[in-house]
């Protein structure tokens, strides 16, 4: 199947009944080469690893003597699992929870490391924590580039805007101007984004060019963060690089995907708009 065809029989974007006792089978996988396959590239050749954190708002059971608790929940998924998991299937599969008794957090915690470890297709991490524990909102560390002059004329992705020349910087550069689409829906799906590198000194106005170039493009949140890898990888030539995207909410979930050249893992910072 291809991913246009796999995208078009997911749940996303057609009219879904809402299950409020628990349902596995909800979930919907979708392969994560499908995207670099269409390109003529093997994905797992490509120079990254990393994570998508999703967190979760909108997550409550029964215990056993039918009283609901709630729980804020974060999960991992590794990079290099095979799969992605549809964000409107993990919602509904949240949701089938809702009116399901379970004897302790514990075991709500093993069936949904079960279950999304199965979809994704690798060891997926999950923590709940509870409405008490302090939560900051925080900011991306780094040198925005959103106030730079610019006059825009790209509102697809553009690699050609990308370069980098002259003596080794080792910066963080962020900016809160990434918008891409849902491929499905057309929704917009708004994101703050952070750089890191170490190689060629990248030319900060073409790189703000090339973020905003992503305005009218339609993929999945992890698709476009390797896709910006790969063209700052390529077009840059950086030694080291990491790209970090925390995407606003949507029904409850916000995705956040991290592709490093490094061995190194994220903080999940909560922003301002999440």
Known sequence: MSEHEQVKASPLGQETAYVNEYDPSLLYPIARDLNWEAKGVKRATLPFRGVDIWNAYEVSWLDRGGKPVVRLAEFRIPANSPNIIESKSFKLYLNSYNLSRFESEADVVASMQR??????????????????????????????????PLNVEHYTPAPELLSATGPVADETLVSHLLKSNCPVTGQPDWASIQIRYKGPKIDHTGLLAYLISYREHGDFHEQCVENIFMDIWQRCRPQKLSVYARYVRRGGLDINPYRSSMNDAPVNVRLARQ
């Open 115 to 148: 279950d999304l470890s199965a979809a994704a297709g690798a060891q997926v991490d999950v923590r709940l924590s509870s409405m008490s524990e302090p939560v900051e909102v925080c900011q991306l560390k780094g040198l925005c580039l959103d106030e730079l």
